[in-house]
């Protein structure tokens, strides 16, 4: 089973390894009509090649469009294919922007990336429509099935629907005190002697509740002296499953049962790559609005153009948050434990207008060029707040297992300023146990909907 499981793995893999090459070869042949090397520019064209095969391969792995995994769950994998192509362009982009010497054609870029999506929809839904064919080559794979209750007939049920595995029960093995629900094989008892002359199987599938692991030591010592390979079906309930799960700890082999998307690569590593990209241009392209803007804040009042405060942002470190300054000077103290409010007497009347449409919060592109928030996340409170809101509010402190942003999934659903703390924590745990990438860009634009409309204003 295991070695089926392999073949048709690895063939897919490979396939979908092999796209990056298959796509810049069409896209040169429509940009350059050759599919040789002899094209200007042939070296950058091959540095951009390498780094893109690099970035795919990682891509297609942490969505999973190079694994058999989720190819029978979905119905045509566009958005998984299309989250490692968006993946693998903006690593791109990221490339030209920070290697100007590399000179490569936009459309280029953008028709190879096209082009690396439909491929990658076909063959997976190639693989997926062939898996039953006869194309593939197949042996009907002989199983001994351990277990004999509803556990066992379930999971013989499941087996047999993975299309491109084709086997049979030879027999059950029953454990002590087990129930047989079983009719379809021949049941032997785990107190018998296991001939292996007799049984003539290929694999042993394990397949029994937790309540009867205690009962497999003896099992086991048999099922070994027939030399073949034991698998075992696990059941974590409808909310777990294995993934990236199990990890090596020393000796010991441990699993982690909450795991998050907030503690995973493309969290870690895309969503960085994107908050890195996008504010350093955001600085660049804004540049003239920060000017107004500062130069609106000093002559508008008294006092510094930008406002600094401690805030507390991922692991609860603190770090000093950056805003055009909307209000009249007051002391630390106070700015550091009053709460703002609609209509608050102490804003200007320019800093009442920056409120409206959140252009305050514009610098804070600073603090996510040096990795201190993100674009999206749960927005960073005082630590006065954090501590008082810490002992109100039950896990109110998961909110800093993720970065802090700009912007967040609670804001852009209307809980900003001075609203429900409560409801607030609940958007924010909501966006850190369903994070994806798409869900940033969602609030991204809806964000950018709110700042036009001054539909937050406070």
């Given at each position: 089973m295991m070695s089926r499981v392999?073949?048709?793995?690895?063939?897919?893999?490979?396939?979908?390894?092999?796209?990056?090459?298959?796509?810049?070869?069409?896209?040169?042949?429509?940009?350059?009509?050759?599919?040789?090397?002899?094209?200007?520019?042939?070296?950058?064209?091959?540095?951009?090649?390498l780094f893109t095969e690099i970035a795919w391969i990682a891509a297609a792995d942490?969505?999973?469009?190079?694994?058999?995994?989720?190819?029978?769950?979905?119905?045509?994998?566009?958005?998984?294919?299309?989250?490692?192509?968006?993946?693998?362009?903006?690593?791109?982009?990221?490339?030209?922007?920070?290697?100007?010497?590399?000179?490569?054609?936009?459309?280029?870029?953008?028709?190879?990336n096209l082009i690396l999506f439909l491929s990658v929809v076909v063959a997976r839904n190639f693989f997926r429509l062939t898996s039953a064919s006869t194309i593939w080559p197949r042996k009907c794979e002989k199983l001994l099935i351990v277990g004999t209750d509803q556990y066992a007939k379930r999971y013989v049920k499941l087996l047999r629907?993975?299309?491109?595995?084709?086997?049979?029960?030879?027999?059950?093995?029953?454990?002590?005190?087990?129930?047989?629900?079983?009719?379809?094989?021949?049941?032997?008892?785990?107190?018998?002697?296991?001939?292996?002359?007799?049984?003539?199987?290929?694999?042993?599938?394990?397949?029994?509740?937790?309540?009867?692991?205690?009962?497999l030591s003896t099992a086991l010592e048999s099922l070994e002296d027939l030399g073949k390979p034991i698998r075992?079906?696990?059941?974590?309930?409808?909310?777990?499953?294995?993934?990236?799960?199990?990890?090596q700890a020393g000796r010991l082999q441990m699993m982690n049962l909450a795991i998050s998307p907030v503690e995973s690569f493309a969290?870690?590593?895309?969503?960085?790559?994107?908050?890195?990209?996008?504010a350093t241009l955001g600085l660049i392209i804004l540049s003239p609005v920060f000017l107004a803007i500062a130069?609106?804040?000093?002559?508008?009042?008294?006092?510094?153009?930008?406002?600094?405060?401690?805030?507390?942002?991922?692991?609860?470190?603190?770090?000093?948050?950056?805003?055009?300054?909307?209000?009249?000077?007051?002391?630390?103290?106070?700015?550091?434990?009053?709460?703002?409010?609609?209509?608050?007497?102490?804003?200007?009347?320019?800093?009442?207008?920056?409120?409206?449409?959140?252009?305050d919060e514009l610098p804070q592109l600073l603090n996510v060029v040096r990795g201190e928030m993100s674009l999206v996340g749960p927005r960073p409170e005082r630590p006065y707040y954090v501590a008082k809101f810490g002992e109100d509010f039950d896990k109110y402190n998961m909110r800093h297992r993720c970065h802090v942003g700009i912007t967040g999934w609670a804001q852009v659903n209307g809980l900003r300023g001075d609203t429900s703390i409560s409801d607030r924590l609940q958007y924010d745990l909501y966006y850190m146990r369903n994070w994806s990438f798409g869900l940033d860009l969602q609030i991204i634009f809806r964000t950018a909907f709110v700042a036009f409309t001054g539909a937050n204003e406070y």
């Open positions: 392999y073949v048709y793995n690895l063939s897919l893999r490979v396939l979908v390894y092999v796209l990056p090459l298959f796509s810049f070869a069409i896209c040169g042949y429509l940009k350059f009509g050759t599919f040789s090397l002899n094209i200007p520019g042939r070296p950058h064209y091959l540095i951009l090649f942490y969505s999973k469009i190079s694994t058999v995994a989720d190819l029978f769950w979905e119905h045509t994998g566009i958005r998984a294919a299309f989250f490692a192509c968006f993946t693998t362009l903006l690593l791109q982009t990221g490339l030209l922007v920070f290697v100007r010497q590399l000179v490569i054609s936009r459309t280029f870029l953008f028709v190879s629907r993975i299309p491109f595995f084709d086997c049979t029960v030879e027999a059950y093995l029953q454990l002590p005190g087990q129930a047989v629900l079983v009719a379809d094989a021949p049941v032997i008892s785990v107190t018998g002697r296991l001939n292996p002359k007799v049984l003539n199987i290929d694999e042993v599938v394990v397949a029994v509740p937790p309540s009867s692991y205690p009962d075992a079906v696990f059941d974590l309930g409808p909310r777990l499953s294995f993934g990236s799960k199990l990890f969290y870690t590593v895309v969503k960085r790559a994107f908050d890195l990209i996008a130069a609106l804040v000093k002559f508008s009042s008294p006092g510094p153009v930008l406002f600094r405060q401690e805030r507390i942002g991922r692991h609860g470190k603190s770090f000093t948050l950056l805003k055009f300054r909307t209000m009249h000077c007051s002391s630390k103290t106070e700015s550091d434990v009053l709460w703002t409010t609609r209509n608050d007497p102490r804003c200007t009347v320019a800093g009442a207008v920056l409120r409206r449409f959140s252009l």
